[in-house]
């Protein structure tokens, strides 16, 4: 067998002009091989004419002729096994139609384990058959194109690997041996062979290597009259370290996403408060995998008196800090609502502490209260979606006025507004994550979502589930999402009126007390309440009345209003100064009704009107039938 060299020529266009370099630096009388003319010395100088050889010595002319030319220089005049040798990656030369093994490196038998020579591929190299490799090289060896395939995993001793294998086409030339005569038979290369090889084994076999492209680009006039191959030149990039790094960011990645998940659901509602005269479901969906959670956040807060304060929010911003100042205006939102504040005077609060709390921050928010002896709702917003309003005869609507800037912007006077919402009504409450896409204009997502609420609203969970359908989101949507449904069931006739509610006006002196009595007496009697709860109701009534004769100024008026589950007791006057509950002295003629009153109800308070006056309430629980 004739062993020959290897060489490398690698694509481009600068091929030949590297090859004539690499002459130039070893020979200062280059002679162009491919050409094929001579140089050094010639006959003229009287001794037998020379060339110079790649290695820069002179090669004695035979009979006067010139030898065969050398092969034009790879890079840097290194063979190939040299050069891949060198490589720390795993390498495999490949040639013809069954890609039979002709080269692999040392780096590759360390990997994969020694391998023949001479075989197919199919056969000899298999864990390529198992990573899907050889089609890829069928479609790199017909098109000529390299081609790539992206972190494979590789089974290892210790570990798994991956790997990123690249093939890229080769043309395979046979070498005539360096030292062989001229002419001698034994330059013609025998067939690899076919035991295992490493770096230094595959030394002995006998092709040159160029790259090679569609136009055929990489032959030199050396290839020409011999044989050539079509191969395929695998490579193996260990990208291990950054698979492992990555899966570690995504690990963390996650874990950090979970913890703001986990804080942000710890500072929503765990159960939202039912009022008596409303039903509300909520939902919260947090952003897909991919994105950041935020501060979306929702509450329902009973007032007393059968008012109820809905609050739905947005904190801009992903991650746990979001998260965090959240929860601070929310926690900050139900002790401002404790005062019973109109809703424009909790925003101007919030504004100022939302600045307080983070000046780089900047959240939106919607705040309603819901009188149902009113049928209104009153509402103020920060920038935040409007409220969506269908009311009992099927017409949707959604309230535009007022809104101010966002918390945080400061300088703003927020003011407040009024919708109607009788029994049978409906309303929605959102954020932004739910009608607002990055490929459409935020009108068309509140026009979907009118269109959504225009249906049936029975139930205020199958409205939110609704709506998330409606609106097309999914656990993969890119931004959090909270909604908040609230509905006014519709009462049969029998229910409604003085079922429900009385009112007297209160005129005169102390003997509007006595008719305070008697009328709340009356009333309780006929709602077929038990003795002692209207025994309480009457105390109370006459309390409040006593209080506001006292305290108070005209116009005075007592209010009785019942729900499935409450009693409440009312007085309004003229007079804004709140009453507050303290300890009466034993010489002291006054301050003892707010203690009663405070001992006997199972909740009460006091709230200036819109209109001007206070009013002070008292609630008593009704008792419910035991089942069964």
Same mark, same amino acid.
């Given at each position: 067998?004739?062993?020959?060299?290897?060489?490398?020529?690698?694509?481009?266009?600068?091929?030949?002009?590297?090859?004539?370099?690499?002459?130039?630096?070893?020979?200062?009388?280059?002679?162009?091989?491919?050409?094929?003319?001579?140089?050094?010395?010639?006959?003229?100088?009287?001794?037998?004419?020379?060339?110079?050889?790649?290695?820069?010595?002179?090669?004695?002319?035979?009979?006067?002729?010139?030898?065969?030319?050398?092969?034009?220089?790879?890079?840097?005049?290194?063979?190939?096994?040299?050069?891949?040798?060198?490589?720390?990656?795993?390498?495999?030369?490949?040639?013809?139609?069954?890609?039979?093994?002709?080269?692999?490196?040392?780096?590759?038998?360390?990997?994969?384990?020694?391998?023949?020579?001479?075989?197919?591929?199919?056969?000899?190299?298999?864990?390529?058959?198992?990573?899907?490799?050889?089609?890829?090289?069928?479609?790199?060896?017909?098109?000529?194109?390299?081609?790539?395939?992206?972190?494979?995993?590789?089974?290892?001793?210790?570990?798994?690997?991956?790997?990123?294998?690249?093939?890229?086409?080769?043309?395979?030339?046979?070498?005539?041996?360096?030292?062989?005569?001229? $002419?001698?038979?034994? +330059?013609?290369?025998?067939?690899?062979?076919?035991?295992?090889? &490493?770096? /230094? #084994? %595959? !030394?002995?076999? *006998?092709?040159?290597?160029?790259?090679?492209?569609?136009?055929?680009?990489?032959?030199?006039?050396?290839?020409?009259?011999?044989?050539?191959?079509?191969?395929?030149?695998?490579?193996?990039?260990?990208?291990?370290?950054?698979?492992?790094?990555?899966?570690?960011?995504?690990?963390?990645?996650?874990?950090?996403?979970?913890?703001?998940?986990?804080?942000?659901?710890?500072?929503?509602?765990?159960?939202?408060?039912?009022?008596?005269?409303?039903?509300?479901?909520?939902?919260?969906?947090?952003?897909?995998?991919?994105?950041?959670?935020?501060?979306?956040?929702?509450?329902?807060?009973?007032? $007393?008196?059968?008012? +109820?304060?809905?609050?739905?929010?947005?904190?801009?911003?992903? &991650?746990? /800090? #979001? %998260? !965090?100042?959240? *929860?601070?205006?929310?926690?900050?939102?139900?002790?401002?609502?404790?005062?019973?504040?109109?809703?424009?005077?909790?925003?101007?609060?919030?504004?100022?502490?939302?600045?307080?709390?983070?000046?780089?921050?900047?959240?939106?928010?919607?705040?309603?209260?819901?009188?149902?002896?009113?049928?209104?709702?009153?509402?103020?917003?920060?920038?935040?979606?409007?409220?969506?309003?269908?009311?009992?005869?099927?017409?949707?609507?959604?309230?535009?006025?007022?809104?101010?800037?966002?918390?945080?912007?400061?300088?703003?006077?927020?003011?407040?507004?009024?919708?109607?919402?009788?029994?049978?009504?409906?309303?929605?409450?959102?954020?932004?994550?739910?009608?607002?896409?990055?490929?459409?204009?935020?009108?068309?997502?509140?026009?979907?979502?009118?269109?959504?609420?225009?249906?049936?609203?029975?139930?205020?969970?199958?409205?939110?589930?609704?709506?998330?359908?409606?609106?097309?989101?999914?656990?993969?949507?890119?931004?959090?999402?909270?909604?908040?449904?609230?509905?006014?069931?519709?009462?049969?006739?029998?229910?409604?009126?003085?079922?429900?509610?009385?009112?007297?006006?209160?005129?005169?002196?102390?003997?509007?007390?006595?008719?305070?009595?008697?009328?709340?007496?009356?009333?309780?009697?006929?709602?077929?309440?038990?003795?002692?709860?209207?025994?309480?109701?009457?105390?109370?009534?006459?309390?409040?009345?006593?209080?506001?004769?006292?305290?108070?100024?005209?116009?005075?008026?007592?209010?009785?209003?019942?729900?499935?589950?409450?009693?409440?007791?009312?007085?309004?006057?003229?007079?804004?100064?709140?009453?507050?509950?303290?300890?009466?002295?034993?010489?002291?003629?006054?301050?003892?009704?707010?203690?009663?009153?405070?001992?006997?109800?199972?909740?009460?308070?006091?709230?200036?009107?819109?209109?001007?006056?206070?009013?002070?309430?008292?609630?008593?629980?009704?008792?419910?039938?035991?089942?069964?």
């Amino acid at each position: 067998m004739n062993l020959t060299r290897w060489g490398l020529r690698l694509p481009g266009r600068q091929r030949r002009p590297a090859a004539r370099a690499a002459t130039a630096a070893t020979d200062p009388s280059p002679v162009p091989a491919a050409r094929g003319r001579a140089g050094g010395s010639s006959a003229k100088d009287g001794g037998a004419p020379t060339v110079p050889a790649t290695n820069g010595t002179a090669v004695p002319v035979a009979n006067g002729a010139l030898p065969a030319p050398s092969p034009a220089p790879g890079l840097d005049t290194e063979t190939v096994h040299e050069l891949l040798g060198r490589v720390p990656a795993p390498v495999a030369v490949v040639q013809g139609p069954d890609h039979r093994v002709t080269y692999v490196n040392e780096a590759y038998a360390e990997v994969f384990g020694a391998r023949p020579t001479g075989a197919p591929a199919r056969e000899a190299l298999t864990e390529l058959v198992d990573l899907g490799l050889l089609p890829l090289m069928d479609q790199v060896r017909n098109s000529g194109t390299p081609r790539t395939l992206k972190t494979r995993r590789v089974p290892g001793p210790g570990r798994d690997g991956f790997y990123t294998f690249t093939c890229t086409p080769v043309e395979m030339t046979p070498l005539p041996l360096a030292t062989a005569p001229v $002419g001698d038979a034994s +330059t013609v290369p025998e067939a690899p062979p076919t035991s295992p090889v &490493g770096a /230094r #084994a %595959a !030394a002995r076999a *006998g092709t040159r290597l160029s790259a090679r492209g569609r136009s055929g680009r990489g032959r030199t006039g050396a290839g020409r009259g011999r044989s050539r191959s079509t191969g395929v030149l695998v490579f193996a990039a260990d990208v291990t370290d950054q698979v492992v790094s990555a899966e570690r960011l995504r690990e963390s990645e996650s874990r950090q996403r979970a913890a703001a998940v986990t804080l942000q659901r710890s500072l929503l509602p765990r159960e939202l408060e039912q009022p008596d005269d409303l039903r509300v479901a909520a939902v919260y969906q947090p952003g897909g995998t991919d994105a950041a959670v935020g501060g979306d956040w929702y509450d329902v807060i009973t007032l $007393g008196a059968g008012r +109820t304060a809905l609050v739905i929010g947005d904190v801009m911003g992903r &991650g746990v /800090r #979001a %998260a !965090a100042v959240m *929860g601070q205006l929310r926690t900050a939102v139900r002790a401002y609502a404790r005062l019973d504040l109109p809703p424009h005077e909790v925003l101007q609060f919030l504004d100022e502490l939302a600045s307080e709390i983070d000046p780089q921050q900047i959240a939106t928010c919607l705040y309603a209260v819901h009188d149902p002896h009113e049928d209104t709702i009153v509402y103020a917003s920060a920038g935040h979606i409007p409220i969506v309003i269908r009311h009992p005869d099927g017409r949707v609507e959604r309230a535009e006025e007022p809104t101010g800037p966002p918390l945080g912007t400061g300088g703003w006077l927020h003011t407040s507004g009024t919708l109607d919402f009788p029994p049978g009504s409906a309303a929605v409450l959102c954020t932004d994550g739910l009608v607002e896409r990055r490929d459409a204009d935020i009108e068309d997502g509140l026009n979907t979502l009118q269109d959504a609420l225009a249906g049936s609203v029975d139930d205020p969970r199958v409205v939110c589930d609704r709506m998330l359908r409606a609106m097309g989101i999914t656990e993969h949507h890119d931004d959090d999402v909270a909604v908040l449904v609230l509905i006014r069931p519709e009462r049969p006739p029998a229910e409604s009126g003085l079922a429900r509610g009385a009112v007297l006006d209160l005129h005169g002196g102390t003997e509007a007390a006595a008719r305070a009595r008697a009328f709340a007496d009356g009333v309780l009697a006929s709602w077929r309440f038990p003795d002692d709860l209207r025994e309480a109701g009457v105390l109370a009534a006459s309390e409040l009345v006593a209080n506001s004769l006292v305290h108070g100024r005209a116009p005075m008026r007592l209010r009785l209003r019942r729900t499935d589950r409450r009693l409440i007791v009312e007085v309004t006057d003229g007079d804004e100064h709140l009453p507050r509950l303290r300890r009466a002295r034993e010489a002291d003629e006054h301050g003892r009704g707010i203690s009663v009153i405070a001992s006997l109800a199972a909740d009460w308070g006091a709230r200036r009107l819109p209109e001007g006056g206070k009013s002070v309430w008292a609630e008593f629980v009704i008792e419910q039938p035991s089942e069964g």
